[in-house]
């Protein structure tokens, strides 16, 4: 059995969120189509948008957001550094630290303004 370390969580991970962004991306944009389709669909697209199952996927995306930038911002530290080789595993803990005290924070700062 393998076992999960910090830097296979961490490649599991950027996989995930970024295929996560994407597909955020390619619905945003089929979205945006709909909302060009004059004001009655731009309405009800915009209604969708305001239900609470929205509003969580708001919240994961800015999480996904932040651990794949934070992340990637660690991986291009580490192909131009020695030392973030030899320091990948703290890191890695500190990119999970980072990107989860920021997803609590902003997570928090959007469901208050929602609400």
Do not use: C, D
């Not at 945003?28 to 969580?56: C, D, R």
């Not at 996927?57 to 291009?76: Q, Y």
């Amino acid at each position: 059995m393998y076992k999960i370390k910090e830097g296979m969580l961490s490649w599991i991970l950027h996989k995930i969120t970024g295929v996560s962004i994407v597909g955020f991306l390619i619905f945003h944009i089929w979205g945006m189509s709909q909302m060009s389709k004059g004001p009655e669909a731009f309405n009800a697209v915009i209604e969708t948008y305001k239900t609470p199952l929205f509003m969580v996927g708001e919240v994961l995306l800015l999480g996904a957001i932040l651990f794949h930038g934070i992340n990637g911002m660690r991986l291009i530290l580490g192909e131009f550094t020695a030392w973030a080789m030899r320091k990948n595993k703290m890191l890695a803990y500190a990119t999970y630290i980072i990107a989860g005290l920021l997803f609590i924070i902003g997570g928090l700062l959007m469901w208050r303004a929602e609400g």
